[in-house]
């Protein structure tokens, strides 16, 4: 009976674990993300009270890195070295300079629902 309760008590924390997709809407950039010291998330996105935040959003430049060309989540600054940034879904694609100084010859690309998670309306990382 402990063990359930105990349970229970760590339900509600569980329940926003990434995925803030099924509770969010109009997901897209909020600027051009490109050669800028950062990026934004935006989103639209249900409260515990079922109103709705329409100004949620994400600084993903903070969580989002470039690892010799490829996007790198829990690591930060991509927006600085990726170009043609754009939003797929919820997947992040750009084309991102390798350590040699040339630009990727393909997209790269970060799945951002796993690691996004909706906090009372809010957007915060979760990974």
Known sequence: MK???FLVALMPSLVFAGGFDRSCWNIRLKNSCTYQHYCNLGATCKRKNGTAN???????????????GYLARNSSGFSST??????????LDAICIRRSGQLAEQYSAAGLADCIANRDGNLVWSC
């Open 82 to 91: 990726c170009q043609e940034v754009q939003l797929s879904g919820t997947r």
């Open 54 to 68: 329409a100004e949620a959003w994400i600084n993903l430049t903070n969580h989002i890195g470039n690892s010799d």
């Open 3 to 5: 063990f359930l309760v």
